[in-house]
């Protein structure tokens, strides 16, 4: 147990970083740059720092009207089982530490200011299928590492797994989670053999349903998860990734070299806002993976800061680019041929209604779409819709 007065030292801490940080940028980037400058700070001072940050803009826009601190201890309370925090200020709160979350809610409710529906106030705007309460339960709870196992490498990764003594959950034959922060890279013998990917993202990968020799475009190719997994469930496919930052097509190259993938592939930077024919001709693809640039509400258990500085006013805009990009590649997608669209959303906008709009305006049909939902695995949430071209 903390002394009252480390645990003083690390409530300073917390406040400094609460007054400093702005929401520009990542949380997670801006801690590093933060440990940087206070070189001074241990490895348990970073930890603790992190953790009561983190816990602080897990509870969104609820009991704003307490001090900061007050408001920590209750997102202590609602997002750990042991808390110095609790214990040195809320002594009589202990007992609720081992509650479940509904109790510990209830509790709150009660006692203090808090209030769970003003926790994520954008409710009204989720997709109709979000189950609203495990969704905002969600929030309180840093999600797993999940990785994909690659075939046929799955026995080995999991005994290297073994073998470091790392603890682990085997979903599927191919999906593995594990604590976050894993230090993956640590472990000898597993480069190559698998990949990180969140537990819904892999299961995108059900919706391609690609055969060998096809030609697929990775329009919004991003870190390339969604490329390889298409290269790795389909060989023999013809593959495009585009994206409208060289860097990160740089970076796919480093991915596919250390995955192992030699299938010839080509890379582009397309900018998917203005008409892509002077850069891919007329080109036309078996399929299209629209993973597309979104509000990423469906990853904010890791990313809780956006909770408190987002502006609902952003949907609009996302959805209205998300539409453009699709309307610039949709004259090069095959007819009779799917249009994979993504989202990491969970608001209608970016989703479903987008959906509908792009296929009355394109005549597309709708074959399905669904929400992968995560907030009952510890993952993320993503939308996902399969149109096909008349």
Request: with cysteine; glycine share 6%.
């Amino acid at each position: 147990m903390l002394s009252e007065k480390r645990l003083s030292q690390h409530l300073r801490t917390f406040e400094r970083l609460l007054q400093e940080y702005n929401g520009v940028e990542p949380l997670a980037r801006f801690l590093t740059a933060y440990y940087k400058r206070n070189k001074q700070m241990g490895s348990a001072d970073r930890r603790m720092a992190t953790r009561l940050i983190y816990h602080y803009f897990r509870i969104g826009h609820a009991a704003g009207s307490l001090s900061p601190i007050e408001r920590l201890a209750i997102a202590e309370l609602l997002c750990s089982h042991e808390s110095a925090v609790i214990e040195l200020l809320k002594p009589d709160w202990i007992p609720y530490l081992n509650a479940t979350l509904p109790e510990k809610r209830f509790f709150l409710e009660r006692h203090t200011a808090f209030q769970q529906a003003a926790v994520f106030p954008f409710t009204s705007l989720l997709s109709a299928d979000i189950d609203q309460e495990a969704f905002v339960d969600g929030l309180f709870t840093q999600p797993d590492l999940f990785i994909r196992l690659r075939a046929p490498y799955g026995p080995d990764v999991l005994a290297a797994l073994d073998r470091a003594g790392l603890v682990y959950n085997v979903i599927d034959e191919h999906i593995v989670a594990l604590p976050n922060g894993t230090a993956l890279d640590r472990v000898p013998g597993i480069a190559g053999k698998y990949e990180v990917q969140d537990f819904s993202s892999q299961r995108t990968g059900r919706y391609f349903r690609a055969a060998p020799g096809e030609r697929w475009w990775d329009a919004c190719a991003g870190a390339g998860g969604k490329s390889l997994l298409l290269m790795d469930t389909t060989p023999g496919i013809e593959l495009l990734v585009s994206d409208v930052r060289g860097s990160i097509l740089r970076n796919l190259d480093e991915r596919f070299d250390t995955a192992g993938i030699y299938s010839p592939y080509r890379k582009k930077i397309v900018d998917l806002t203005q008409d892509v024919g002077k850069v891919l001709g007329d080109s036309q693809f078996d399929g299209i993976i629209l993973d597309v640039p979104c509000s990423g509400s469906g990853t904010w258990a890791r990313t809780p800061e956006m909770i408190s500085f987002f502006d609902k006013a952003r949907i609009d805009t996302f959805a209205a680019l998300q539409r453009q990009i699709a309307q610039n590649a949709i004259p090069h997608l095959k007819h009779g041929r799917p249009l994979i669209y993504i989202t990491c959303s969970v608001f209608a906008a970016e989703n479903e209604q987008n959906v509908a709009q792009l296929a009355e305006e394109f005549g597309l049909k709708l074959e399905e779409q669904t929400l992968l939902t995560g907030y009952h695995q510890q993952a993320d949430t993503l939308f996902i819709a399969r149109l096909i071209k008349p």
